[in-house]
């Protein structure tokens, strides 16, 4: 069964650190990892999709990778704003079941 | 574009109760998907659906049911409402099968069985 752990389980910073919310994951037979973002009473936003073949995925400020083989994932977020603060969550979508497994998620407050 | 759109946004429900959440898209999505998330916890998969007609179990499917007539809606229905069912419901919807394709939430309703 997949378990996904996601550390810290929160985190607050001053505008303008570059910051690393880590990822880890029990099981490699992914086909895929996802990064989203939750806006407090809002639904989750997709960031980053990255396929089980590829190292990194990149989108403006931010940087995911992945490492399969070793159960981890990285969302790295350069040069952080106020508007940066949400929860973060990170999903690696199973060869078998259908389906993603969501990991509880990093709060993150950047302070201005 | 409104994207996924669920409703109510609240509900409060008595032990026994019924009632039905209701998810739209309008991406011409084939894809649809039901998710709880309870408090400090990771989304958990109640129902999916692959197209008009066709729908699948998740991990924690006992206590609810779905249908899906159409490419656009896709209810949840809550039969004999308990408290382990007060949550927070999002309803998702891809493109694509969830390995290639990104989802999209729409904002969820929040579920109190009292």
């Known amino acids: 069964k997949q378990e996904v752990t996601q550390i810290p389980a929160a985190l607050s910073v001053p505008e303008g650190e570059n910051l690393v919310l880590n990822c880890s994951f029990t099981d490699s037979a992914i086909y895929n990892l996802q990064w989203f973002r939750q806006d407090p009473g809002k639904g989750l936003t997709s960031l980053l999709l990255?396929?089980?073949?590829?190292r990194e995925q990149t989108s403006g400020r931010l940087n995911a990778s992945l490492d399969k083989s070793s159960g981890r994932s990285t969302l790295y977020i350069a040069a952080s704003q106020p508007g940066d603060s949400a929860t973060y969550l990170c999903?690696?979508?199973?060869?078998?079941?259908?389906?993603?497994?969501f990991g509880a998620g990093t709060i993150l407050r950047v302070k201005s | 574009n409104a994207g996924v759109t669920q409703t109510p946004k609240f509900r409060i429900l008595k032990i026994g109760q019924s009632m039905t959440l209701q998810c739209a898209q309008d991406m011409n999505h084939n894809y649809m998907y039901w998710y709880r998330q309870d408090p400090g916890m990771g989304l958990k998969l109640i129902y999916y659906?692959?197209?008009?007609?066709?729908?699948d179990k998740g991990e924690v499917p006992n206590g609810y049911n779905v249908s899906r007539s159409t490419t656009e809606d896709f209810p949840l229905r809550l039969e004999l409402a308990a408290p382990s069912q007060t949550s927070v419901y999002f309803c998702?919807?891809?493109?694509?099968?969830?390995?290639?394709?990104?989802?999209?939430f729409g904002n969820g309703t929040r579920l109190t069985v009292t």
């Open positions: 998702a919807s891809s493109h694509g099968q969830f390995y290639n394709s990104p989802l999209h």
């Open positions: 990255i396929q089980s073949s590829q």
């Open positions: 659906s692959v197209g008009a007609g066709i729908t």
């Open positions: 999903a690696p979508g199973m060869e078998y079941g259908n389906k993603l497994v």
